[in-house]
T-cell receptor, first 112, second 110 residues
């Protein structure tokens, strides 16, 4: 069974703080994704990584950065958290050659 | 405008009843179309996947259909159970990109 884990289920941070969200997958998948999910908007892609140290901006990268130093780990960084970044954050991974995505349980981030 | 539109936004049915959820898309061409189930506070889990050349796919009590001519897909749930209460998301993929619908929130009542 593919397992994608995220470091926290719930997180509360203050405006201006630097926030790290971590995602780990155990299936040696090439590609990893970070999405945010907001009511009425569906999932929106923040960043995508197709290999170690490689990244591509998604549809809404502003205010976010990512790091992929190891194949199994993909981190999302909020450099200076703002209240409009309050959201559910979902990580996903997939094999490059087979495009089913497997999702983690999500991190619900609240920025006060 | 979202390229993947789902209807209804929400639905309430009684346990044991059937229901059908709709997905209309404008993404073209595409690799495949998926339906995901997302329980509250959880990540989405894949239910079915269809390429553009397939027109039906089943997974237990879940049956998805695809009409590539009209660009419509539906997810039919048979003999609903309380555990079917969740959001159902239609996703169209093209290359590495996934275009997500906003989902239908289904509530099954005893």
């Amino acid at each position: 069974d593919v397992k994608v884990t995220q470091s926290s289920r719930y997180l509360v941070k203050r405006t201006g703080e630097k926030v790290f969200l971590e995602c780990v997958q155990d299936m040696d998948h090439e590609n990893m994704f970070w999405y945010r999910q907001d009511p009425g908007l569906g999932l929106r892609l923040i960043y995508f990584s197709y290999d170690v140290k490689m990244k591509e901006k998604g549809d809404i990268p502003e205010g976010y950065s990512v790091s992929r130093e190891k194949k199994e780990r993909f981190s999302l960084i909020l450099e200076s958290a703002s209240t409009n970044q309050t959201s559910m954050y979902l990580c996903a991974s997939r094999q490059a050659s087979y495009n089913e995505q497997f999702f983690g349980p999500g991190t619900r981030l609240t920025v006060l | 405008k979202n390229q993947v539109e789902q209807s209804p936004q929400s639905l309430i049915i009684l346990e044991g009843k059937n229901c059908t959820l709709q997905c209309n898309y404008t993404v073209s061409p595409f690799s495949n179309l998926r339906w995901y189930k997302q329980d509250t506070g959880r990540g989405p889990v894949s239910l079915t996947i269809m390429t553009f050349s397939e027109n039906t796919k089943s997974n237990g009590r879940y049956t998805a259909t695809l009409d590539a001519d009209t660009k419509q897909s539906s997810l039919h749930i048979t003999a609903s159970q309380l555990s079917d209460s969740a959001s159902y998301i239609c996703v169209v993929s093209r290359d590495y990109k996934y275009i997500f619908g906003t989902g239908t929130r289904l509530k099954v009542l005893a």
